[in-house]
């Protein structure tokens, strides 16, 4: 089993952190975000870990004798979105864990051996512009909507992929780059085009399980949670 960590993104919305920091390596409660991956992904075995770069990507150069994990750059990072990012480490994608790397982790919910491929997600309360996950009885995922809501499980940017789903994905991913209209698509465009081709559901984890960090707004609203804890 692998990891695939996407931290090739600017962060614009975190500045001025981010203007000598990569969004995946500022610190949440004393700890970079992306240390925090890496450490819960070793605690389950998962050692063969891929951080994908883009800007400022000398800033992530100690992770590799820190951890152990391989760096592959995306130097087309300011100009496609995370699909190209993908594109890059497609080979790995097949039994793999992929964690976007403005994603802080507060707690271990990754599992050890996934049986099938999923999307690890919780309920939230009131959102917009999100990725929404349609399930049915048994928790399969059969469509995923993008837009406003509440209550809904939408996508954190958690997710494992089976072999067999993998390889599928690759291949949409190779058809999207070589069509050359993938400017504005994002890697999960490729699940979502195709899931009914996909054996993909939900894991279901706590809402307070892991948070996503867009803004200084939403960073300080965190370090405030932690600190009351």
């Not at 995946?24 to 770069?53: A, C, F, H, K």
């Not at 698509?185 to 009914?196: A, P, Q, R, T």
Request: with cysteine; hydrophobic share 35%.
């Amino acid at each position: 089993m692998k990891a695939i960590l996407l931290a090739a993104g600017m962060g614009t919305r975190l500045r001025p952190l981010t203007l000598t920091t990569p969004k995946s390596l500022v610190e949440v409660n004393g700890t970079p975000m992306l240390e925090r991956q890496v450490e819960y992904l070793q605690e389950i075995g998962v050692d063969d870990i891929y951080v994908v770069t883009g800007y400022l990507k000398e800033k992530f150069e100690y992770l590799k004798e820190k951890y152990g994990v391989t760096l592959i750059h995306n130097d087309k990072y300011d100009q496609y979105n995370n699909i190209y990012t993908m594109y890059l480490v497609r080979e790995f994608l097949p039994d793999a864990y992929v964690i976007e790397s403005d994603v802080f982790l507060k707690n271990n919910f990754l599992v050890k051996n996934p049986k099938t491929s999923g999307y690890f997600s919780a309920r939230k309360p009131e959102f917009k512009a999100e990725w929404m996950i349609r399930f049915d009885a048994r928790y399969k995922i059969y469509d995923i909507e993008v837009g406003d809501g509440e209550n809904d499980y939408i996508l954190c940017g958690v997710s494992y992929w089976s072999e067999s789903d993998g390889n599928k994905i690759i291949k949409k991913l190779e058809e999207a780059v070589a069509d050359g209209h993938f400017k504005d698509l994002y890697w999960d465009d490729m699940v979502k085009n195709n899931i009914k081709d996909l054996d993909v559901y939900l894991h279901e984890i706590h809402p307070d399980d892991s948070y996503e960090i867009d803004s200084l707004e939403d960073l300080e609203k965190l370090n405030q949670l932690l600190n009351q804890r």
